[in-house]
Antibody, heavy 115, light 112 residues
Framework: AVQLVESGGGLVQPKESLKISCAASGFTFSNAAMYWVRQAPGKGLEWVARIRTKPNNYATYYADSVKGRFTISRDDSKSMVYLQMDNLKTEDTAMYYC??????WGQGTLVTVSS | DVVLTQTPVSLSVTLGDQASISCRSSQSLEYSDGYTYLEWYLQKPGQSPQLLIYEVSNRFSGVPDRFIGSGSGTDFTLKISRVEPEDLGVYYCFQATHDPYTFGAGTKLELK
């Protein structure tokens, strides 16, 4: 089946780190640009990061709100995309969605940053 | 960064009515390749967003023809003719022309 499945969310304290993952299946992952999009509780969608494909040198781009703290990466051999989140802040609390170029979406993984 | 301003914030409709949502961009969304990367999404309660329209006016696979996207440059519109119960939820516009990519704040479509 064509799907994206996120994992790794949980409760962390401010300033801590967390790495979330997304497993892709059912499509040619290595040809797909991948994004992370988040949604704080009761709020709208916020684009977080994207990573391009190997022919595009795996170029990465970030929202200003996470630049310097978050790192997106991918492993084409495993059809996985990751989001390393460092120096987490309470305002990073959100459902994090993995998406294939904003076309195919996962169900999300919840990250809660709280002391 | 590109700011997308969606109006109205909420829209109350009767089933069978037409609904119209506006999305205005702080700068032109036409990319250097000539395409305009403005998309529309619907997020139903408790669900992930789903793509409705890509590149301003192209309906994604399986999207009914009552969804019509239009516009150019900085001014875009999503029209829903004959609103049905499954159309209720929050609509977002999204631009993938300029990094960082950005979403509009959303428009909630609800029953009157």
């Amino acid at each position: 089946a064509v799907q994206l499945v996120e994992s790794g969310g949980g409760l962390v304290q401010p300033k801590e780190s967390l790495k979330i993952s997304c497993a892709a299946s059912g499509f040619t992952f290595s040809n797909a640009a991948m994004y992370w999009v988040r949604q704080a509780p009761g709020k709208g969608l916020e684009w977080v990061a994207r990573i391009r494909t190997k022919p595009n040198n795996y170029a990465t781009y970030y929202a200003d709100s996470v630049k310097g703290r978050f790192t997106i990466s991918r492993d084409d051999s495993k059809s996985m995309v990751y989001l390393q989140m460092d120096n987490l802040k309470t305002e990073d609390t959100a459902m994090y969605y993995c998406t294939e170029a904003a076309i195919l979406w996962g169900q999300g993984t919840l990250v809660t940053v709280s002391s | 960064d590109v700011v997308l301003t969606q109006t109205p914030v909420s829209l109350s409709v009767t089933l069978g009515d037409q609904a119209s949502i506006s999305c205005r961009s702080s700068q032109s969304l036409e990319y250097s390749d000539g395409y305009t990367y403005l998309e529309w999404y619907l997020q139903k309660p408790g669900q992930s967003p789903q793509l409705l329209i890509y590149e301003v006016s192209n309906r994604f696979s399986g999207v009914p023809d009552r969804f019509i996207g239009s516009g150019s440059g900085t001014d875009f519109t999503l029209k829903i003719s004959r609103v049905e119960p499954e159309d209720l939820g929050v609509y977002y516009c999204f631009q993938a022309t300029h990094d960082p990519y950005t979403f509009g704040a959303g428009t909630k479509l609800e029953l009157k």
